[in-house]
């Protein structure tokens, strides 16, 4: 990444449900300290550049807290939980001195991104919600470059749009961005779907706690499974194949339907098949809803913690669900 933008890009005006919100620059979330944090978590109306940076500093450490958009909710505290596990830590979900020590690095979190003509491309015009319609289309590709590079950052797309006002998005646009830092690594002996907390936790051989994802995990309506099952194999860019008989009806489409691949598609980006019949873990096209809705009985991840998780598993690889408050919070 290149680090040097126009003074006329540093300024971001963030508009919330159409009232201007306070002024906040890029250079404050690389000059913030979470340490301010304190032990009481804010809960600002706005993004902040203090909860930007903790989320940035938590995805980098392997404790994802899902889509980084500044504000502090419920998937950043099991996610600060989720860090104090992984380092034998008190485990309270709170940003106290021995997180901060643990997680601050003095490095900068936003920089600037040049767009190139490769992310202009592969794009499609919209994404019908009816099946039948989605059925029709060559792929379910992103709709804009913004959406591509909010997902490739891990960012709300309204926090990219935020800190970019002026940009287009065309080839050619230098834009900020966060950096998430690359994909965690390791081998994946197990991993653990928390039901009642909304995570999955994956867990090396030696016992330790690789990463952890804030995951929506079934509904009323359409439950997950119980007990103990295996990851069966990974489907990188699946076709879906929806089959109302089986799983769910959605809309009036009452027939089978191959519906293409791609980010946008009802599976995302990647599929983790179990051996428990028509069940996986696997991404979504709304990544911002994680843990705010149901699912038909999947266990859905943002397309780019699935993409870590499927990288670092096996055929074979036993998968535990489980129900209780926190997978981490005991």
Not at 133 to 155: C, D, N, P
């Amino acid at each position: 990444m290149k680090t040097a933008l126009p003074m006329s890009l540093l300024v971001l005006a963030i508009t919330v449900g159409g009232a201007t919100a306070r002024e906040l620059r890029p250079e404050e979330i690389n000059a913030a300290s979470i340490a301010s944090i304190g032990a009481e978590a804010p809960a600002p109306a706005d993004p902040d550049p203090t909860i930007v940076r903790l989320q940035v500093l938590l995805d980098r450490a392997g404790s994802s807290p899902g889509v980084i958009d500044g504000l502090y909710g419920e998937n950043l505290t099991e996610a600060v939980a989720g860090f104090e596990a992984m380092n034998s830590l008190p485990v309270d979900g709170r940003v106290d001195q021995e997180v901060v020590a643990r997680l601050e690095v003095h490095a900068p979190i936003v920089a600037s991104y040049v767009v190139s003509a490769e992310d202009a491309r592969g794009l499609v015009d919209r994404i019908p919600e009816d099946y039948g319609e989605k059925a029709k289309m060559e792929s379910l590709g992103y709709t804009s470059v913004a959406e591509k590079l909010s997902e490739r950052f891990h960012m709300d797309m309204d926090l990219l749009k935020a800190l970019n006002p002026v940009s287009q998005f065309v080839p050619g646009d230098t834009v900020w961005v966060v950096n998430p830092g690359p994909p965690r690594n390791g081998k994946v002996t197990r991993i653990e779907v928390n039901k009642k907390a909304g995570q999955v936790l994956a867990y090396a051989e030696n016992g330790s706690l690789l990463s952890v994802y804030p995951a929506t995990i079934g509904s009323e309506d359409n439950p997950t499974p119980s007990g103990r099952h295996k990851v069966k194999g990974v489907a990188r860019m699946p076709v879906y194949r929806y089959n109302p008989k089986l799983n769910f009806k959605q809309g009036k489409n009452d027939k089978i339907l191959t519906i293409p691949k791609g980010p946008n598609g009802p599976v995302g980006s990647v599929w983790i098949d179990l051996t428990e019949p028509t069940y996986g873990i696997h991404g979504t096209p709304e990544p911002k809803l994680i843990d705010k809705v149901g699912s038909h009985g999947c266990v859905r991840l943002t397309n780019w913690d699935v993409e870590e998780l499927a990288g670092m598993v096996r055929p074979g690889v036993r998968v535990d669900f489980v129900s209780r408050r926190s997978a981490v919070l005991r």
